[in-house]
């Protein structure tokens, strides 16, 4: 590799791996060949900003007085290079005139080569000294990068070309435009909204919900249309600050290609990004995208660009003819463009797709299936099983007393049954997000604290029921406590992990249905439980024991027993049935996200 492709090479491997953050310090050393800021997105056109000099001929050894001036900038960087070779290594050195505004930067093997800014604050006017060298070509040329806001620069404006007393006639205007604007591309503003109706015939679409339209403030729409050696990438969805969607070879985050539409001031900015394990984007300075538009409309984002479908010199981006995993996410940008984590949950494709192959129309899902399955067995387990163990072993042991089923009392073969159950379903449910994270997750909060005290207690209650002692026992009444006192603050404490648990961003149920649907359940439950204490409460006192003379009158006993049986029953039924329609409502809200 020759010398000036290693250099490009090592500052492209610098710069995506350079924090998004910027330079605010202005140590911007990573940029002395291409003084390209690690920003992502294009530069800016038209310069607002100038560079003017004091003397337009020079000697080796001459002081030239440099001003960069203009509307109000936070960063910059200035070189001189060779007029005739502006790609060259920056040449002579510089002297401050404000310490306080500007630093000295070495670029290359020439110290004070470069000069830059020393902190972000707002600044109109600059000075430095250029000194020239001894060996100083025959025409030099000022260039410089500046930095208005962090998405929003210009770079290698042009600035006066200085010249030595015998240099040659230039053979290119000093108003020559820079490299960098000559390979931007321009940004138009879309004119109307996307179309849906070639998806799965022309189009290649992916759309949550299913179906949905891209002008709805719920619906995320992501196309892909290949045209010849190119494909036209549209995105559209309800966002502040960014919409992104990433080509993966797996359904985790890292070594992906992202594709990043961030909205700052009513303008949107389209750049190209790679992500890196779970850390933010690394925006792309490099600019692949053409035809680059974008609309905002009542909280809605939506931009379209074209790239090539293969871009063998870019070693980052995906050939577009293989098969993907593809995640979309949105998020919040502040001031600048800087975009944040996604609160959600991504949306991820079930399966591996071709975008340049057969056109489909398909949807995604925003929590991976072993999550999804982990909620939907917690569910059955503890808003049906449980619950309905519960009543049946707190209210009809009476109702169900006479009846047996395989050489036991009926009441105690359904409640152990129900239980075991349940047992079995928090178990396999226990051990999925330990597979899906591969370890335990800190970013789950007291979710999985609760979780793991409540399989404790979960398998203890059976194991502490083996060994419960006889009906007449003396000690039989403390077993009686503590298999209440362990299974009620089971119960509790699972309530409380499924509250959490709803709007965990792997799972993120709708907000916030699932929190007054949760309640409404646990209102549903209490109040039968009261109902049914009430009941027997009332059944109690209605047999009335007289004594008198030592002779007991047991006043409709039978028929009390008998209307009693029949209540309990027919608030099971009911009890059962509410239950199933809670579940049924959740294990649908798992199945929609």
């Not at 406590?481 to 799972?507: C, E, K, N, Q």
Request: glycine share 6%.
């Amino acid at each position: 590799m020759e010398l000036p492709g290693l250099a490009f090479a090592v500052w492209v491997f610098i710069c995506f791996c350079a924090s998004v953050d910027g330079y605010p310090n202005g140590k911007v050393r990573e940029a002395c060949t291409s003084m390209i800021p690690c920003h992502g997105g294009s530069p800016q056109l038209s310069p607002e900003h100038t560079i003017t000099v004091d003397e337009t001929k020079f000697k080796p050894g001459d002081n030239i007085e440099v001003h960069l001036s203009g509307p109000e900038f936070e960063g910059f960087f200035i070189q001189a290079r060779d007029a005739d070779h502006l790609d060259s290594p920056a040449v002579g050195s510089f002297v401050l005139a404000d310490r306080r505004l500007s630093q000295l930067l070495t670029c290359g093997r020439t110290k004070n080569s470069a000069v830059s800014h020393t902190s972000k604050a707002k600044k109109k006017y600059i000075k430095v000294y250029w000194i020239a060298p001894g060996d100083a070509p025959k025409r030099v040329q000022f260039l410089a990068t500046v930095v208005k806001k962090y998405r929003t620069f210009w770079v290698k404006i042009p600035g006066p070309i200085v010249s030595q007393p015998n240099a040659p006639t230039p053979t290119t205007p000093w108003g020559a435009t820079s490299e960098a604007v000559l390979t931007s591309h321009p940004v138009s503003y879309l004119s109307k909204p996307f179309n849906t109706s070639d998806c799965g015939s022309m189009k290649f679409c992916i759309r949550n919900p299913s179906n949905c339209d891209p002008e709805s403030a719920s619906c995320f729409f992501l196309s892909f249309q290949q045209e010849k050696s190119s494909v036209l990438i549209e995105m559209s969805g309800p966002s502040e600050g960014y919409l992104a969607f990433a080509l993966s070879h797996d359904q985790w985050m890292g070594g992906d290609d992202v594709y990043v539409c961030v909205s700052e001031d009513h303008h949107v900015h389209v750049s190209t990004a790679y992500l890196k394990g779970r850390s933010p984007p690394v925006l792309d300075s490099e600019n692949t995208l053409e035809d680059v538009s974008w609309r905002l409309v009542d909280g809605v984002l939506q931009c379209s660009f074209r790239r090539s479908t293969r871009l063998p010199a870019y070693k980052r981006r995906f050939d577009l003819d293989a098969s993907y995993y593809i995640f979309m996410a949105d998020g919040e940008a502040s001031d600048g463009g800087l975009i944040h984590k996604h609160r959600r949950q991504p949306l991820i494709t079930n399966g591996m797709y071709n975008v340049t192959g057969l056109p489909q129309d398909i949807g995604g899902s925003r929590s991976p299936r072993l999550i999804k399955a982990h909620g939907a067995l917690m569910f059955v387990a503890w808003v049906t099983t449980v619950s309905i163990g519960v009543i049946v072993a707190r209210f009809f042991k009476p109702v169900w007393s006479h009846s047996f089923l395989f050489g036991k009392e009926m009441w105690f073969q359904v409640h152990r049954m129900l239980m075991l159950t349940a047992v079995m379903l928090t178990s396999i449910s226990f051990v999925l997000p330990f597979i899906y994270r591969g370890g335990w997750s800190h970013q789950a909060g007291f979710h999985p604290y609760l979780g793991c005290t409540v399989m404790a207690l979960t398998i203890f209650q059976p194991l502490m029921a083996g060994f419960r002692p006889s009906r007449h026992a003396p000690r039989r009444h403390l077993f009686n406590w503590f298999h209440w006192s362990i299974g009620t603050t089971a119960r509790i404490l699972a309530v409380v992990a499924m509250f959490l648990g709803m709007d965990l961003p792997a799972l993120d149920l709708p907000d916030p249905w699932d929190t007054y649907t949760m309640i409404a359940f646990v209102a549903w439950h209490v109040g039968i439980d009261v109902l049914l204490e009430i009941h027997s409460y009332c059944l109690i006192r209605k047999v009335e024991v007289i004594e008198d003379d030592r002779v007991q009158i047991l006043q409709s006993l039978t028929s009390a027993e008998a209307e009693g049986r029949l209540f309990k029953q027919i608030v099971l039924t009911i009890y059962v049935c509410g239950n199933i329609v809670f579940l049924i409502a959740f294990l649908a809200a798992i199945n929609q996200i």
